[in-house]
Every structure is written in structure tokens, then in C-alpha cells.
């Protein structure tokens, strides 16, 4: 188990398995240091095979097995830790590429797998390894590796504290090992110590294989127990309910008709009734029965209000829950799914989440409690004609519990098109405009019909599979029913062993039992859904942020404001980086403007300073100290984004721009309006500062929303600005008076500028060049003029296209 | 580096040059194959050590449009096949072969088992290449339908899987399948 065994003192070394080790010794590597290692799992023809690739300081090993695709090739989630140290004891081949003769690797990725391809000192390029995305992480390390101990570019030499793994262990910054190879640290953490499998999301440690449904349903539980007194009270007024349900039949059979009608003298002494006087006994089991009739109609009244207040408190209490985890949750848990998904989670499956803890889990003791004491009764007035009544039961419950995973499906498959249904609306609202533009209403009707069916189909469905299972229960109620009728008359007429008013208790006892059957036949529905939705929303819930602030984060009152990036390495996806090693220094108070064509990474870079993303590689300073260990709240504080994407939320404007100080004065408030070149314009809205804008308020052109944003930034007063496109949708003009207002702001603030026209920036202290993800030119406007270079290019063509216009 | 005298008629070329669409076929470009097995091209007075053949329309018309280009992160088009049937075979195997490794999509032959829990769900099927397990995330798209018949599944790394015909797995296999349908 040498992957498991590495300890964090040990950071620097990898350790190769020993399989692997003794390959490498035999080719001649034994002293070698080694840098990586990563296992592939293709061949260049396109079949699945076990490969591996180590690095050492002496060259390249690349392992291929001799066995071609015939094993099973299990992807993340079915992957097993033993598996894999099992399969490290084969045949390999083996070839050694020694170090000098490698110029280059480069990782090439395909639309679902990547290549390793290999430039030689003689310049012929080769495939190395070829492996799917499974391992593309690892190949990807030891690519870095590669390039970090044989690159042509050793640039700023000094890395060593920049190189630690994507996020500092448990054991804090310093220390977890670097990149290394798929062993070291990161191992325990990825499979799951139970079972050994590869956890589908390395950043929620659930794995789905060894955490069963029974938890859900006990967590889910975990919701009612701020109302456990009305439970409680509940479950008392079922209990009652019960109780009550079984007096009714005797006395409507039994007392009725054989000791009233039938002028039993022995049953009236025995209520203390005076002998004969029949009236008042019919008068008094009709005045009970009513009672107790009145009595089950009013506790399922005062039930009901229980069920109302419960149901409520528990959706209210769920739906803050995850509505608090999504707020909390990165950036990139929402690119990753539907808004429409997200919305059902939030508003729908709260709601059915309880619907099983309501309708279902208390009536399983009520009916449980009914089903045994009626079954008592019946026994004891009758066993034959019990054993008629219940013979066919056990067959109904096999049969609904067979239908189980059917209606599972079934709500998984309404969960999915009412996804479907809410994104395509969402969709059409958000897009509107556009639909209208190109007079495609027809269309968008269409397409909003087809999942509108869908989701009816699968309501259908639903029905269905439960009125199958509904079906099944009534006949056999039915059935059961008609041969106690057969047998009760039989036994009445021509065995003469019954009287009638035992039949008509009995056929009532056999209608109490309609209730649990019922109830069997709808459990399995509510379950269902129940657990089904609940699942989903502990999803959400579980779901950590990958973003995380810091156990004993810095607290930073008030920053100077230096920001340093030291070898920035990020990517949205880790074999894609759209930046690259940056390094890059903004002194405290001084404006840095970034020019780029699109793509370039600009908006990533600044998204890294305001963490909303981590590096993979590298860090960011603020005042010296890693952003990483600056708690949220400082850190957010102190950085104020006008981001190209400006949100108006829902509110007058005055809310908007005092969204991220709430607490600011009305003056404050029009100075930072003024400032923004927003006062006069909101002026000119006949409310003011009160008009309410937003989705459903007064539509705001782009300049304006723009204009707001910039207010919301001022009044937050943040310590560094991040001006991404700030002033791109505003014309000339109120740029300019914009302009002012910033280089009124910029005092005493760091301020970063991203601008395509280059006008914006004329007040930067310095300028850098993004191109591809690398600072290509760096330097105040003068250095980047003389260098001839891409912002020269820019410039120069900036001026010629403003020389044509006027 | 630029000139000093900055070149609008330059930048007016390159964009033209952009703008436009470039055939390539056997008359005007050669397509040879490199020492290491990748493609190589030579078209005009121009050579190109290495190139990437691109699918324009990978799922609706793959034999089609096929886009010739640099390698790099700043791929740039060279030029457009219009037809891979117009090429020689020997020609339109060597482009074959890149595009193979490049689409690389297992195709499913039959389903063992698929179940749903807990956000993900967890497949055994058979494929082309020998039987895979993997698992998708129920709350993505990332079961995509290609078309009435046809289906693109994506496991949590991106690795991809299809389903060219679903009416050709039998009754059983497509209830299995029945939650993505």
C-alpha cells in the first residue's frame, strides 16, 4: 500500500509503487529522483488498456500493458483503490525515453479523451501516451512536472511557496505535498474509506454506494424535531381517531341489531338501563354513535391545523436551508446546472420532501394500530370468515412493493421534465426580446408545448403506475368483501351459528381495514416522491463549497492595498489553463490597466483577485498575506467589482446602489450617484431615488444599469476597485464625466481597469498585455509605446478608427 | 515585432484572409503523413509540420466539412474539406484515423444495469471497447438527445459515451434507460 502509506513531512517525495519501481530499476533508473507518475488507460488505436508514465529526473517510462480491451475499464465512481494497486502486477512494456532526448511535451486534448505527445531533440513528434479524461488530472501534473524541471522557460526562480496542491489540507497552508502523482495525500481523500470506491465529487465526501436511503429519510426526519410537541399531539388525536373508528362498528352491528332489536334484557342491565325501556337504549347508542362520530370530526379538524402549521414550519425551515447552502456555495456549482433545476429544488421538492412525513409517517402507527386491533376483533367474532377477509392481503403488499422502483422512476422522470419545462420558460422570459425581434413566438409555442406534454405524459404516468397498484388493492378488497357477504349469509341461514348483527359489525370491521389497505396502496407513492425530492435537495445541501474561508482566517481591517499574483496558474477546467504563471506586482494606491483581446483572460484574472475561484497553481497576495487566509468577510469588503454582467436586483435605486452598505446616509447616496454620472438620469425617472427597477420595475438602458453599478461600488468604498468593461455600454460623453468621477476614486484605492478602448485607460500608472492566458507586454503607457507591440497595434488602430469616424 | 510604420492595409489582408473560406482538395494540397503518425499538410508554397483535422458538424454530418487546422493554442483554420467521399482512400484513412482519435466515443451496445442514486447515476454497459462503468450526475444535461433515436451521454469527467440507435437495445435494455428517454 505504498500510495496510502505517504505522510505530509514526507511532501517532496513520490513514491512509485513497487511494481513499477522494480521496471524502473531494471532500465537503469533505480537513483533517479522521481518528479511524477500517472497512470493511462488507452492506446493510440483507441482501446482501452493499463498504461502507466512515470517522470524521473533521468527521462520518461511510459507502461503499456500487453492485454488489450478485454477487461472491464471502470471511469470515476466505479473506480476501486484496490483495483487499481491489484493491477499494477501484470506484464508490462516498458520503454525509457531518456531526458535529453526530450524537447517538449505537450498535452493535446481531444473532444473526450487527450494525448501525450512527445517532441524530440531531432524534431520528430510523437505520441506517448493516449488516456481518457479520467486521468487527465494526473497526466496533466506530470506534464507540469515536466516542464518545471525540463522547460525552457525557468522564469523568477523562486516558486517554492506558490507550489502547493489546489487547497490547503486540513493540516493548513504549508502543508499537504505538491502536485505529485496520483498517490500522496489527496488518495484517501478521493475514495471513499468504506467501500474503496472513487468518489463521484471529490468535494462532497458522500458516497453514494454506502449511504442508503434509510439516511435520507433519517436526516429528512431531523427537520420535524423542532415540532416534535405538535407531533406528539398528533399522534395522540390519530390514536384517538383509531379508537373511536372501532367502536362504531359494534355498536352499529352488534348492539344495534342483536340487543336492541332484538330486546335483550341482560345487555340493558348490564349499561344500567331500567328493564324494557328500549327507546332510551336506541336514543343512547345513537347519541354515542353520533358522539363519537362528532368527536373523530373534530379532532381531524384540530389535526388538520396541526398538519397545516408543521407542514409549513418544515417547508419554510427546508427551503432556508438550501436557499442559505446555494448562497454560500462558488460560482461554479451554478455554471454547472440549470437555473431551472435549481428553482424546482428551492420551491418544489421542499414541499414534497414533506409530503410523505404528513400524509405517510404518522397513519403507518394509526394504521399499523387499526390494522392489529381490528384483526383482534374480527378473530375473535369469527376466524373463518377472518381468514376470508385477509387471505388475499399479503399478496396485494408483495405486489405494491414490486411496483416500488417503477413509480421511483416514474417521479424521476416527472422531476426531470418539470426541470425541462421551468429552464424553457426561464429561457423564454429571459429571451424575450430576441424571440420577438425574429418573430419566432410560433416556434417558442411549440417548443414549449413539447416539454409542456412531457410533463404531462409523465403525471401520467405516474397516475398510472398508481392506479395499478390502487386497482389492485380495491379488487382485492372487493373480492375479499363478497366472500365474507357468501360466507356471513351461509353461516346465518343454513348453519344458523350467526346472527345477523355480528355479519354487519364484521362488514364494518372489514371497512376499517379499507383504510390501512388504502393507505398501503398510497405509501408507496408518497415514499417515493418524498425520497426521491429529498434526495435531490440533500444534493444541495451536502454540496461544499469549493471556495472555503479559512479555519482561523486573517482579519484585515484595512488594507494598504498591494496585490501581488506569484505564478498564477488557472483554468476553468485543469488541462485547459487560461492563465498561465502569471506573476505580477500592483503597488498599494496605484491604477493597473489590463488590455487583451477577448478570451485572453482578463475577466478570470480579476474573478481570481475578488476569489471567486482558486488557482490551481500559484497565489495571490493581498498586503503580503495569501487571500486564501483572509476571512470572507474582509477580503469582500475591501474588494468592489463593476463587472461587465451588471445585475439590478429587484428594488428602487436606491436600494440598488446602497446594496453593499446598507447603512449609508441619503447623501452619501446621491454623492456616489453623482459621481457615477447616474444622479441626473435618475432624476429624470418621475420617483427619484424611489422608482423600482429591477425585474419586475422600470426597465433600465445599458448605460444606465452600468452607471448604478459604478454608484454600488463607490459607496461600498472599497480599498481596491475592479473595473472589468466598467464603462463599455456608456457613450463618449458620459464616459468622459465617468472617467473624472474614477480618477476622483482611484485616490488612495488599487484600482484595476480592464478596458477595450484604450481611451478608459489613459490614467493607468502601468499597463500589461494579456494575450492567451501569459503577459506578453508590461509597463506604463510610454515603455509600451516604444516596444511596438500588441498594445501599440491597439492604439494605433484605436486612433485611425476614431480618425474615421469624426 | 511590427514595423515602426504601423501597416491598416496589412491588418486589412490578414482580415480579408479570415473572412474567407478555403477548399482544400487533392489538386491544391498534399496530405502527407509525418514520421510520428500524426498529419501533416503542404498546400500552395506553404507547409505545415502538423495539423488537426476538425469536425464542423461531428454529430449531424461528420464526413463532412471537415475543418484543416494549425495545432496550438492559437489554432488557426488553414482550409476546409468539403467532402472526405472526394478524397483518395488512402488520403481520406490518414484523415480518418486523426478524426477516430479525436471523436473518440465508445458506442453502447447493450446496458447491464443503470441506477439512480443519490444526484448520480451509475452505468454498466457494453460498449465497442469492451464493457465500462461509469457514472453521470443526474442534475446536469448530461444526457443529450441527439436526436429522436439517437443519445450522447457524458460521465462526471467528460468522457463520453453514445447511443447511435436506442430502438436497437432490446425491450429490457431500454427500460433500463427509461429515466433519460
Redesign the interface.
Known amino acids: 500500500m505504498e500510495i496510502k502509506d505517504i505522510k505530509p513531512e514526507e511532501k517532496k517525495e513520490i513514491l512509485l509503487p513497487a511494481a513499477l519501481k522494480k521496471i524502473v530499476a531494471e532500465l537503469g533508473g533505480e537513483k533517479e529522483e522521481v518528479l511524477a507518475f500517472s497512470p493511462t488507460d ?1 492506446n ?1 488505436n ?3 488498456t493499463d498504461g502507466y508514465l512515470v517522470l524521473t529526473a533521468g527521462g520518461l517510462y511510459t507502461f503499456a500493458s500487453e492485454s488489450e ?10 473506480l476501486n483503490l484496490k483495483d487499481r494497486e491489484k493491477n499494477l502486477e501484470r506484464d508490462w512494456k516498458c520503454t525509457r525515453i531518456d531526458a535529453g532526448e526530450l524537447k517538449k511535451l505537450t498535452i ?1 486534448p ?4 487527450g ?1 501525450l ?1 512527445a517532441e524530440f531533440s531531432d524534431g ?4 506517448v501516451a ?1 488516456f ?3 486521468y ?1 488530472k494526473e497526466v496533466h501534473v506530470l506534464q507540469r512536472a515536466f516542464d518545471r524541471n525540463f522547460g525552457e522557460k525557468p522564469e523568477e526562480g523562486k516558486e517554492e511557496e506558490g507550489k502547493e496542491g489546489k487547497r490547503p489540507g486540513p493540516g493548513g497552508p504549508g502543508g499537504h505535498g505538491g502536485p505529485g502523482g496520483p498517490g500522496g495525500d489527496k488518495d484517501e481523500e478521493i475514495y471513499c474509506p468504506k467501500c474503496g470506491m472513487m468518489y ?2 471529490p468535494d462532497r465526501k ?1 458516497c ?2 454506502c ?1 442508503d436511503r434509510k439516511s ?1 429519510f433519517i436526516r429528512t426526519f431531523g427537520y420535524f424535531k423542532p415540532y416534535r410537541g405538535l407531533m406528539i399531539l398528533m399522534f395522540m388525536i390519530y390514536v384517538a381517531v383509531a379508537g373511536l373508528n372501532l367502536v362504531w362498528p359494534y355498536l352499529n352491528g352488534r348492539v344495534l341489531y342483536d340487543y336492541i332489536l332484538e330486546k335483550n334484557n341482560d345487555f340493558l342491565l348490564s349499561v344500567g338501563i331500567k328493564n324494557g325501556d328500549f327507546i332510551l337504549a336506541l336514543l343512547m347508542v345513537i347519541l354515542t354513535m353520533f358522539a363519537a362520530r362528532f368527536t373523530v370530526q373534530i379532532l381531524t379538524v384540530i389535526q388538520g391545523v396541526f398538519t397545516a402549521r408543521i407542514v409549513s414550519g418544515v417547508v419554510r425551515d427546508i427551503k432556508k436551508s438550501i436557499f442559505e447552502t446555494m448562497g454560500k456555495l462558488s460560482i461554479s456549482f451554478f455554471k ?3 437555473t431551472g ?1 435549481l428553482m424546482t429544488r428551492v420551491l418544489r421538492d421542499a414541499e414534497r420532501v414533506t409530503g410523505f412525513f404528513i400524509d405517510g409517517f404518522p397513519y403507518i402507527f394509526i394504521h399499523s394500530f387499526t390494522l392489529i386491533a381490528t384483526l383482534v376483533m374480527m378473530f375473535s367474532i369469527n376466524w373463518k370468515m377472518s381468514l376470508c377477509a385477509v387471505i388475499l392481503l399479503p399478496g396485494a403488499f408483495v405486489f405494491s412493493f414490486i411496483m416500488r422502483p417503477k413509480m ?2 416514474a417521479f ?2 416527472r422531476h ?1 421534465a418539470e426541470r425541462t419545462l421551468n429552464s424553457r420558460v426561464n429561457d423564454n422570459l429571459t429571451g424575450a426580446r430576441v424571440v420577438k425581434a425574429f418573430g419566432q413566438e410560433a416556434r417558442e409555442e411549440e417548443r414549449f408545448r413539447s416539454v409542456n406534454v412531457r410533463l404531462k405524459d409523465s403525471e401520467m404516468s405516474i397516475v398510472g403506475v398508481w392506479n395499478f397498484i390502487y386497482f389492485t388493492f380495491n379488487f382485492t378488497y372487493s373480492i375479499a368483501t363478497t366472500l365474507i357477504w357468501i360466507l356471513g349469509v351461509y353461516l346465518i341461514l343454513v348453519e344458523k351459528k350467526m346472527e345477523f348483527g355480528v355479519l354487519v359489525t364484521f362488514i364494518g370491521y372489514v371497512d376499517q381495514l379499507n383504510g390501512p389497505m388504502n393507505f398501503a396502496s398510497h405509501i408507496i407513492r408518497w415514499w417515493s416522491d418524498s425520497m426521491n425530492a429529498a ?2 435537495m ?2 444541495i445541501i451536502d454540496a461544499v463549497p469549493e471556495i472555503r474561508e479559512d479555519d482561523d482566517p486573517v482579519s484585515m481591517e484595512k488594507p494598504k492595498g498591494e496585490i501581488e499574483l506569484r505564478n498564477v496558474t488557472f483554468g476553468y477546467e485543469i488541462n485547459r489553463p487560461v492563465l498561465k504563471d502569471i506573476s505580477l506586482k500592483i503597488p498599494a494606491g496605484s491604477m493597473l490597466g489590463i488590455v487583451g483581446r477577448s478570451g485572453a483572460g482578463k475577466t478570470t484574472l480579476v474573478n481570481l483577485i475578488s476569489r471567486m475561484y482558486d488557482p490551481q497553481e500559484g497565489s495571490i497576495l493581498l498586503d503580503g498575506i495569501d487571500i486564501k487566509h483572509i476571512s470572507f468577510r474582509d477580503l469582500r469588503r475591501n474588494v468592489a467589482m463593476v463587472s461587465q454582467e451588471t445585475y439590478i436586483f429587484m428594488g428602487t435605486i436606491e436600494e440598488n446602489i446602497a446594496y453593499a452598505n446598507p447603512k449609508a446616509t441619503k447623501a452619501e447616496i446621491i454623492r456616489a450617484a453623482k459621481l457615477a454620472s447616474a444622479h441626473e438620469f435618475i432624476l429624470r425617472m418621475p420617483d427619484g431615488y424611489n422608482t423600482v427597477v429591477g425585474s419586475s420595475g422600470r426597465e433600465l438602458s445599458g448605460g444606465e444599469r452600468q452607471r448604478i453599478s459604478i454608484a454600488r461600488a463607490i459607496l461600498a468604498n472599497p480599498k481596491i476597485l475592479i473595473l472589468d468593461e466598467a464603462t463599455a455600454s456608456v457613450d463618449t460623453e458620459t464616459e468622459r464625466a465617468i472617467q473624472a468621477a474614477i480618477n476622483y476614486l482611484v485616490k488612495d484605492r488599487t484600482t484595476i481597469s480592464i478596458a477595450h478602448r484604450l481611451s478608459t485607460l489613459r490614467d493607468a500608472d502601468f499597463l500589461c498585455v494579456l494575450d ?1 492566458g501569459e503577459i506578453t507586454e508590461k509597463g506604463t503607457h510610454k515603455e509600451l509605446e516604444e516596444l ?2 500588441t498594445y ?2 491597439l492604439m ?2 484605436q486612433t ?1 478608427a476614431l480618425a474615421l469616424k469624426e | ?4 510604420e ?1 501597416d ?1 492595409a496589412q ?1 486589412e489582408k490578414e482580415t480579408e484572409e479570415m473572412l474567407k473560406i478555403n477548399i482544400l482538395d487533392e489538386k491544391n494540397t498534399e496530405f502527407i503523413r ?5 498529419l501533416s499538410i503542404k498546400t500552395g508554397d506553404t507547409s505545415y ?2 495539423v488537426h483535422a476538425v469536425r464542423m458538424f ?1 454529430f449531424t454530418d461528420p464526413d463532412r466539412y471537415i475543418s484543416i487546422r494549425t ?1 496550438g ?2 489554432s488557426k483554420e488553414i482550409g476546409i474539406i468539403e467532402d472526405m467521399a472526394s478524397l483518395s482512400k488512402e488520403t481520406a484513412a490518414l484523415i480518418k484515423e486523426q478524426l ?6 465508445p458506442v453502447i451496445t447493450g446496458i447491464k444495469s443503470i441506477k ?5 447515476a ?1 452505468f454498466d454497459v457494453m460498449t465497442d ?7 453521470i ?5 448530461d444526457v443529450v438527445h441527439l436526436s429522436e433515436t439517437r443519445i450522447l451521454i ?7 459515451f453514445e447511443i447511435p440507435d436506442v430502438l436497437k437495445l432490446t425491450a429490457t435494455e431500454r427500460k433500463k434507460l ?2 433519460f428517454l
Open positions: 488507452m493510440e483507441g482501446a482501452y480491451g478485454k477487461r472491464v475499464h471502470s471511469f470515476k465512481g466505479f493535446e481531444q473532444v473526450a479523451c494525448v505527445i520528430v513528434e510523437k505520441t493516449v481518457s479524461n479520467l487527465r463521484p465529487n458522500v453514494p454506494r449511504m435520507v454547472n446546472r440549470q433545476g421511483w422512476t424521476g422522470h426531470r434526495q435531490r440533500f444534493e492567451n511596438h507591440g501599440y497595434k494605433e488602430l485611425k | 515585432m511590427e514595423d515602426k504601423f491598416l491588418m509525418t514520421k510520428g503518425g500524426f509540420p502538423r461531428p495545432t493554442e492559437k477516430d482519435l479525436r471523436y473518440f466515443t439512480d442514486e443519490y444526484g448520480y451509475y471497447r469492451g464493457e465500462c462503468r461509469f457514472a450526475h443526474m442534475g446536469g444535461s457524458t460521465d462526471i469527467d467528460e468522457n463520453r427509461d429515466l
